[in-house]
């Protein structure tokens, strides 16, 4: 065999080994549920890349890039899931859960792009989830909510259900998202005040992201938000015919009659998922 041949050879069994030795070091987190377009993931600085696709296991300390027209949703142990965007990139800092001793931290960075985070179950009060982003720290506890970083100067919030404080970075002062409200933080200020969106609004702002499409695991016209939070005809005050408080505030009142409903969130792959 040609020498310079074995010495590639060898190199890739290095790469590759080296590589699957470090992720079957780590504990798997989460998984892939769906998948549009094209989407990778690596540990550090030092790993390669490695293509996602539906069911990849996801490990603490991952960045998840998309590529253009792309979104990927994951499915994380603690029953938060995320939708990422097309041209996103997120990192996962931290994520600890423990349903035994009812604790949860979490700690996940949007450095550029965009995301819709739908924060599981409540844990203990000296657990934590935050979501950061180049101007904006966000505390989420059982929430839903979409992020978009325009530059590293500016990050916009919307709320969907539940609170988030959010705070600049460096800076005092804080802000209540709550749902039906967006908030803009820029570098080295203190967040905005809230500012209420319109249902059409809303939907118009969830289209432009890509967050809103036609729909993969949702039986309603229009689209799919992504997420875990069950959406369903919207009556007045917000509530869905179970009378789950989905929209706690008007957003500019409820949709008309002729609107339809609201899509549902996006269900997890038909096998079982294991972690």
């Not at 590759?16 to 989460?30: A, D, K, P």
């Not at 996801?58 to 990422?84: A, H, L, P, Q, R």
């Not at 530059?151 to 209540?176: K, P």
Request: glycine letters at 14%.
């Amino acid at each position: 065999m040609n020498k310079n041949l074995s010495i590639v050879i060898l190199a890739a069994v290095l790469i590759f080994t080296s590589v699957t030795g470090t992720l079957f070091s780590q504990e798997v987190i989460g998984k892939v549920g769906s998948l549009q377009g094209t989407a990778k993931a690596k540990l550090d600085e030092n790993s390669a890349w490695r293509t996602l696709n539906e069911k990849s296991d996801i490990y603490e300390k991952d960045t998840i890039k998309t590529g253009e027209g792309s979104k990927v949703v994951i499915f994380f142990v603690d029953e938060t899931n995320v939708s990422i965007g097309s041209e996103t990139t997120i990192k996962i800092e931290k994520l600890f859960c423990s349903p035994s001793q009812n604790h949860r931290e979490g700690k996940l960075n949007v450095l550029a792009g965009k995301a819709r985070f739908d924060v599981g179950k409540l844990f203990s009060k000296d657990s934590s989830f935050e979501v950061r982003t180049p101007t904006a720290v966000a505390g989420v506890k059982g929430t839903s909510f979409i992020v978009q970083v325009t530059s590293e100067q500016l990050t916009q919030l919307i709320g969907l259900s539940g609170i988030v404080t959010v705070t600049g970075i460096g800076v005092e002062g804080e802000s209540l998202l709550t749902s039906g409200v967006i908030i803009s933080v820029e570098d080295g200020a203190p967040p905005g005040d809230p500012v209420p969106m319109s249902f059409d609004e809303l939907l118009e702002f969830l289209q432009e992201l890509g967050l809103l499409d036609g729909g993969n695991g949702g039986n309603g016209a229009g689209g799919n938000f992504g997420g875990n939070m069950p959406f369903g005809n919207l009556g007045a005050g917000g509530t869905t015919p179970g009378g789950q408080n989905i929209i706690t505030q008007p957003l500019g009142g409820p949709p008309e009659e002729d609107e339809g409903p609201l899509p549902e969130p996006p269900r997890p792959p038909s096998e079982n998922i294991r972690y």
